[in-house]
Nanobody, 118 residues
Framework: QVQLVESGGGLVQAGGSLRLSCAAS????????MAWYRQAPGKQRELVAD???????NYADSVKGRFTISRDNAKNTMYLQMNSLKPEETAVYYC????????????WGQGTQVTVSS
């Protein structure tokens, strides 16, 4: 089992920045990669960015150039630096850890609220 705990959410004005953290514990060596998702009210959960164990990253088109995903393997912690935030990015941000294979297995954190005011 893997436990994921997010932190760093809050209220920020449009154009501002926030850094989210996700601390992983448990069987973290079983993970193939980690990711950030977000879910706005009334919308489906969407991928924001992911990072593999090898360090390869992938971003949603809407956040490219503004968000940066990173990992500190020594601390079992993943980060999401978010710059130039927009009001439409108000959402609950979720940390995800996954195991690849015949069937992807996901672990989820409880989520952290990010609110961007206009």
């Amino acid at each position: 089992q893997v436990q994921l705990v997010e932190s760093g959410g809050g209220l920020v004005q449009a154009g501002g920045s926030l850094r989210l953290s996700c601390a992983a514990s448990g069987s973290t060596s079983s993970l193939s990669g980690m990711a950030w998702y977000r879910q706005a009210p009334g919308k489906q959960r969407e991928l924001v960015a992911d990072i593999t164990n090898g360090g390869s990253t992938n971003y949603a088109d809407s956040v490219k150039g503004r968000f940066t995903i990173s990992r500190d393997n020594a601390k079992n912690t993943m980060y999401l630096q978010m710059n130039s935030l927009k009001p439409e990015e108000t959402a609950v941000y979720y940390c995800n850890g996954y195991r690849s294979g015949l069937r992807r297995y996901n672990y989820w954190g409880q989520g952290t609220q990010v609110t961007v005011s206009s």
